[in-house]
């Protein structure tokens, strides 16, 4: 059978620019203590509010414990192993609360090695796999490719862009297709998001005005509402069935 892909990550392409939010009513003390809109939104999944845009159907993790070996070779210049390691690492301890847990490694993926743990996952850099994205997932061989080229484009047009949030971000959402969410969010704020449908359709957000308040409204971790369709998919939730649109 041909390999399975899934929608690769693309982050937002438009700069947004910064809002001018008044505090007058509020004391320093307590504007500080209160969470923002996007905060809120990352943090707790209210019931009724998961949604998809329909591109997929959420099913179980490829394996029931995944174990993502990374070979740094051909990786982009400005990211050093370690800094990769660490969003990996990041990544999968987050994913991990959905009842599947995540390990990271370092090293080559031989045919012995993959064979041998149904749960192996190759992270790798390449500019064929990732098909002119910033990376893209094959659940079928178990691969997670990122785009050196991808990354090398952001930091010549934008080099003061944090380019860490976008390979954070963008580990985090692949990922999220390995544990089983093969519809894409329309939440804006989920990982496993994306913003628009090209079609005149966009995401979906507690308060639309808050998308003009960062550049990137996109979490770089699964939010809660990730976590809830995982936990769903890979049967973590006695009595819940795979999340759907």
């Not at 979490?219 to 976590?227: F, N, V």
């Amino acid at each position: 059978m041909p390999p399975k892909f899934v929608s690769s990550f693309r982050p937002a392409k438009r700069v947004l620019h910064a809002a001018v939010i008044s505090a007058a009513l509020l004391t320093p003390a307590l504007a500080e203590a209160q969470p923002s809109v996007r905060e809120q939104e990352m943090a707790e999944c209210r019931p009724g509010e998961i949604s998809t845009w329909g591109d997929g159907k959420d099913r179980a993790a490829v394996a029931t414990k995944l174990v993502f070996v990374y070979d740094h070779r051909g990786a982009a210049p400005q990211f050093n192993e370690r800094a990769v390691l660490t969003a990996l690492e990041r990544a999968a301890e987050a994913w991990s609360a959905c009842g599947v847990p995540g390990l990271v490694v370092r090293g080559e993926m031989t045919p012995a090695l993959m064979a041998a743990n149904p749960g192996n996952v190759l992270v790798l850099w390449s500019d064929a796999e990732t098909r002119g994205s910033f990376a893209l997932a094959n659940l079928t061989q178990r691969r997670l490719a990122l785009s050196p080229a991808g990354f090398e484009l952001l930091k010549r047009r934008n080099p003061r862009h944090p380019a860490g949030e976008t390979l954070q971000m963008t580990i985090s959402h692949e990922m999220g297709h390995l544990y089983g969410l093969m519809a894409h969010s329309r939440r804006c704020v989920d990982v496993t998001s994306y913003y628009d449908d090209g079609k005149g359709q966009h995401c979906l957000a507690r308060d639309p005005s808050q998308l003009k308040t960062v550049t990137e409204y996109r979490a770089q971790l699964p939010t809660a509402c990730d976590i809830q369709r995982c936990r769903a998919a890979n049967g973590a939730d006695k009595g819940k069935g795979p999340a759907g649109r």
